[in-house]
């Protein structure tokens, strides 16, 4: 059974288009994170949520809006869509008590190309 | 400012050989550190996970020591095999915040 599970796995599409990726987690983690992995792969945070609110926005465009319906979803939302937006975008949960942050689990990662 | 650093940047050895990979962190304020592996087009496997209290985690072949003072950990590979070739990473979450600061990664090739 799928720890964290993300949706679509591969997603092409046109510049200007607006599309989402969704995000699962089964492991109820209270804590939930946008990764984005670049053509050198180094990964580097987008937003993070905690109990379904927003802790984190890494410097990110208002075009791209994460939802969070519930604490097992956190879905990606990017509008009007830029060549520079074509990555892997990786999910991934953990959960934070206090002074701890526990193991963190990712998704096996979307890759976006837009043309 | 959390900066991580992974050295080497790439790494080839035979088959069997037993190999070390390492990952500094410039602020030691951390939660705990964490080793993944990536396989190519493929997601992150988390590896070992070391709290901020311990020194050292082992699982199979794999040792992982954490040396929080210095901002050193290292990740210890016994007897190679080529499943082991992929692209390992080091993350630590800063206390107080909820993120992962991520290394830029040790490519690993194993040859047969």
């Known amino acids: 059974d799928t720890a964290v599970s993300q949706t679509p796995k591969y997603l092409v599409t046109q510049m200007g288009n607006d599309k989402s990726i969704k995000c699962e987690q089964n492991?109820?983690?209270?804590?939930m994170y946008w990764y984005k992995q670049d053509s050198k792969k180094f990964l580097k945070i987008m937003f993070s949520?905690?109990?379904?609110?927003?802790?984190i926005n890494e410097t990110v465009p208002n075009r791209f809006s994460p939802k969070s319906p519930d604490k097992a979803h956190l879905n990606l939302h990017i509008n009007s869509l830029e060549l520079g937006d074509s990555a892997v975008y990786f999910c991934?949960?953990?959960?934070?008590?206090?002074?701890?942050?526990?193991?963190?689990?990712f998704g096996q990662g979307t890759r976006l190309t837009v043309v | 400012k959390q900066e991580v650093t992974q050295i080497p940047a790439a790494l080839s050895v035979p088959e069997g050989e037993n190999l070390v990979l390492n990952c500094s962190f410039t602020?030691?304020?951390?939660?705990?550190l964490q080793w993944f592996r990536q396989d190519p087009g493929k997601g992150l496997t988390s590896l070992l996970l070391?709290?901020?209290?311990?020194r050292e985690q082992t699982s199979g072949r794999l040792n992982a020591s954490l040396d929080k003072s210095s901002g050193r950990s290292t990740l210890y590979i016994a007897a190679s095999q080529p499943g082991d070739s992929a692209t390992y990473l080091c993350?630590?979450?800063?206390?107080?915040?909820?993120?992962?600061?991520f290394g830029t990664g040790t490519r690993l090739k194993v040859l047969a």
């Open positions: 991934a949960s953990s959960q934070v008590r206090g002074n701890l942050n526990t193991e963190a689990f």
């Open positions: 949520y905690n109990n379904k609110e927003l802790i």
């Open positions: 993350a630590v979450p800063p206390s107080g915040t909820y993120k992962y600061i």
């Open positions: 602020d030691s304020a951390i939660y705990n």
């Open positions: 070391i709290q901020s209290s311990q």
């Open positions: 492991l109820g983690h209270d804590t």
